[in-house]
């Protein structure tokens, strides 16, 4: 199985990389970024291959990406279920890494990749298999809905386009479809979620529409490390104290 690579060049010049391939079956054994305990809710097969592939897929779009070690980072969540690389814990390393967002619609995976300081969610559904009406409601309201209900507005570049912001703003359930409001069909589209500008970008093929949104990262996520060592940097800079210590091993060694 190969991956498709598509390298970005997005508004305000971030690093940004797409990733397609085949949903597929894999040997869990070779694959570097799985999730045994997610491993363990699925309940059919399709979704164990979906996750499979998009992990086997990220572990090639970080190989692309380049200067990664992929055996020292992993693959954590957010309390809002959002993932991200993350360096191992204990080997106190502190490698620069992209943000990611996953997407998987049968048969296909994709995976974004963007420079760290930035955020970014895609989004993939087959041309063949637009939303059906009856959702529009849980998508959309007020004029918006309207549009939907009329055709004027696309539902499936609708769908998708709230997906990805959905994604790319790492807000889970405390974030409502509704509330994203696309102005039109052309994927201009610039919307306002607290201090961020989400930005859209179609990258559809053939067979898929597919939406990347992404803006500037005005939450970004820490782990316990990036505190720890934060603290370590203010402690050095903080005077004499410190210095005093570092004196005081000096002299007892």
Known sequence: MAATFRWLELENGPRCLLATCPIMKHSPE???????????????????????????????????????????????????????????????????????SIAHSQPLACVALIDQGWTVGVDAEPFDRPPSPSVFDMMAKGQELALLQSGKLDALQTWTSKEAVHKA?????????????????????????????????NLSNDAYHITLAWARDSHPIRTLEDDLLDATREAMRSGDDWKVGCATIRKNV
């Not at 790492?170 to 961020?196: E, Y």
């Open 30 to 100: 070779k694959l570097q970024f799985l999730d045994w305990d997610e491993i363990k809710t699925f309940k059919t097969a399709k979704r164990q291959n979906e996750h499979f592939s998009a992990r086997w897929l990220l572990e090639e779009a970080v190989k692309e990406w380049g200067g990664i070690d992929c055996s020292g980072i992993y693959v954590h969540r957010t309390e809002e279920r959002a993932p991200y690389l993350r360096a191992i814990q204990g080997l106190w390393i502190q490698p620069t890494l992209p943000c990611l």
């Open 169 to 201: 703003a790492r807000m889970g359930m405390h974030l409502n479809p509704r509330d994203l409001v696309l102005s039109s069909n052309d994927l201009k589209n610039k919307i306002a979620i607290a201090n961020s500008i989400f930005q859209l970008e």
